[in-house]
């Protein structure tokens, strides 16, 4: 089996990391994503935590107003390129401002999909197994 396909091992890492980040926000995290959209998908796994949206919670300069206010800010961008070079963006601004900024989500979510998923909105196909 390995090396082969497997749904239902995805589903299970899957529900692992959404639990993980359900627990970080619990915990005072604040998750960062692009759109309404990723912030749906995410909805739709479970996730009832506290977003901030880039493209409509007016951009960089509003998250370093909103982010020190909360233990740490957990980047999930989407995870092609143009979502890593945004995500680089947002830890090297945020940082500068001594936010403490969190990778390991996007990276783990990026491990868990081994590419069958660009951005973070495609995660509602999940859905039905949450």
Known sequence: M?????????VDDLKAFMKK?????SNGALIVVEGLRDEEA????????????LCRGGGLKRLLTIAPAFKKTIILTDLDRKGGALAAKVVA????????????????????????????????KFEDYF
Not at 21 to 25: F, G, I, K, S, V
Not at 43 to 52: E, M, N
Not at 108 to 115: F, K
């Open 93 to 124: 601004t945020l940082q500068s401002k001594n936010v403490r900024v969190d990778l390991f989500f996007r990276k783990e979510l990026r491990s868990i999909m081994r590419g069958r998923i660009r951005s973070i909105q495609d995660l509602k």
């Open 42 to 53: 995410l909805r739709s796994l479970g996730f009832s935590g506290t977003f901030f949206l």
């Open 21 to 25: 980040l359900n627990d970080e926000a």
């Open 2 to 10: 390995s090396g082969r396909y497997s749904v239902s091992r995805e």
